[in-house]
């Protein structure tokens, strides 16, 4: 028997369906332990929490302020694991950015979500808790993680420094280097072993760095995506924005033409003291493009081999912690999410 605490944050995983609108109930998200019940037994002891309840489109990095109370204190006591459910909108961010504050949890802490809510028949929010819980059992690995079924009905387990976003058509998950980290199988976590990241590097990591952080939301992170026809004229920082992500196309170029106003954005940024950051480097001495050693000179920093996801949750936290330098930070692969230079 494991001792489990559930932390329920709302989302389609928590949420019913009332007409043709979907909303988080508060008694509907702590409905889904006695689920997991009635359809396998009681065979573990749980403790449920709910610091929030919020449908996860309208979630803020503060929002995560609450959560990470949560697992801060379950931290410090018995659990032999934690499983978060969440909104799958933004299951990705928040994931990505515990996975790098979390590097040092020394039991499994979980993230799942559901694409439907949990009344529905199409819902795999059921499978996603009972993936979690087998994870768990398992103890084969500490840290965060992210398990969601696939429409294959594969329970997929998910670094999440690696995982991207929803897609809009199928609600599926995927993963920046194209491998997920294993899955759960008849009652059994199993490694992929085409992983980059292999079960092996995940035990015996080093962790120390995240160990050192405090996190609290005061510092704004704008994240822009480049796309034909983009106008930087557009964007305004405001007083607490401290650093701009720009992803870049996937040759680490932008426009740099007078219409696309980039090349003036990054001024106006420097004049302000906000960093503009470049993602979707693949590496630290490949040759550039003309329009990449231009940007690079006019004050962009780039980050290498790092998802839009991951790189976003890094600066968030970089920029919303004292306790290192943010440049010393940035430049640690914290939780796997950097990968190999090509």
């Given at each position: ?176 280097d194209r491998q997920v980290f294993g899955w759960i199988k008849d009652?059994?976590?199993?490694a992929n072993g085409k992983c980059p990241v292999s079960l092996e ?105 790092i998802s839009s996801v991951a790189a976003y949750a890094k600066l ?27």
């Amino acid at each position: 028997m494991k001792k489990i605490l559930v932390i329920l944050t709302g989302g389609t995983i928590g949420s019913c369906v009332q007409g043709e609108v979907i909303s988080a109930k508060v008694e509907r998200s702590a409905e889904i332990v006695g689920r997991y019940e009635a359809l396998y037994g009681k065979q573990d002891f749980y403790e449920v929490v709910q610091p929030i309840n919020e449908l996860s489109e309208n979630l803020q990095p503060g929002n995560w302020e609450p959560i990470m109370e949560a697992l801060d204190e379950a931290l410090k006591k018995d659990y032999d694991g934690i499983i978060v459910t969440h909104g799958s909108d933004t299951l990705a961010y928040t994931s990505a950015f515990m996975a790098l504050r979390y590097a040092y949890a020394k039991i499994p802490v979980v993230f799942i979500a559901a694409n439907y809510p949990l009344d529905d028949e199409r819902s795999n929010g059921m499978q996603n808790f009972a993936g979690a819980v087998t994870f768990i059992h398992e103890q084969v690995a500490t840290g965060v993680y992210t398990i969601y079924e696939n429409m294959n009905s594969e329970v997929e387990v998910f670094l999440p420094t690696r995982m991207l976003g929803s897609d809009p058509y199928f609600d599926q998950y995927q993963n920046f280097d194209r491998q997920v980290f294993g899955w759960i199988k008849d009652n059994k976590f199993v490694a992929n072993g085409k992983c980059p990241v292999s079960l092996e590097m995940v035990q015996n990591r080093k962790s120390d760095i995240a160990e050192k952080l405090t996190f609290e939301y005061e510092n704004e992170v704008l994240f822009i995506q480049t796309y034909l026809g983009i106008n930087f004229k557009h964007y305004k920082c405001t007083e607490r924005t401290k650093a701009v992500l720009i992803w870049l196309y996937h040759s680490a170029t932008g426009p740099i033409n007078e219409e696309a106003g980039l090349v003036d954005f990054i001024k106006e940024c420097n004049k302000s003291g906000i960093q503009v950051y470049g993602a979707s480097f693949k590496s630290d001495h490949m040759s550039f493009y003309q329009t990449t050693h231009l940007l690079l000179q006019k004050g962009m920093k780039p980050m290498i081999n790092i998802s839009s996801v991951a790189a976003y949750a890094k600066l968030v936290l970089a920029y919303n912690q004292k306790q290192i330098n943010v440049e010393e930070l940035l430049g640690n692969n914290i939780f796997f999410e950097n990968l190999e230079n090509i």
